[in-house]
């Protein structure tokens, strides 16, 4: 039900932009995130926005470089993250989620596939 895009090689300093597509209930949604998990590393909150697109959170290490957006049309609710002065720490996986809301990966409960980010030179 949630399938992400977008992951890809990108230099240092480059910009990536994601894209989570859901068609499905939201009955148990309030919000939908962004996560990702680099090699070796736990799963970690990225971003997070209200299901009205008013409330927004980041994790300190990509405030001011990363923005989350959610967009409707009709039943497809699409969700993205636009990534800006990319660092090589921002290497991962990213997953979209939807859910409750905040940012502990237990109040989410359905996840897309996970899309490769690799920041590079």
């Known amino acids: 039900q949630l399938q992400a895009s977008g992951g890809g090689l990108v230099q240092p300093g480059g910009s990536l932009s994601l894209s989570c597509a859901y068609s499905?209930?939201?009955?148990?949604?309030?919000?939908m995130a962004w996560f990702r998990q680099a090699p070796g590393k736990e799963r970690e909150f990225v971003a997070s926005i209200s299901w009205s697109g008013r409330r927004t959170s980041y994790t300190d290490s990509v405030k001011g470089r990363f923005t989350i957006t959610l967009s409707r049309d009709s039943a497809i609710y699409s969700l993205y993250l636009q990534m800006n002065s990319l660092k090589p720490e921002d290497t991962a996986v990213y997953y979209c989620?939807?859910?409750?809301?905040?940012?502990?990966?237990?109040?989410?409960?359905?996840w897309g596939q996970g899309t490769l980010v690799t920041v590079s030179s």
């Open positions: 989620a939807g859910g409750r809301g905040g940012r502990d990966r237990a109040s989410y409960v359905a």
């Open positions: 499905g209930h939201t009955s148990s949604f309030s919000a």
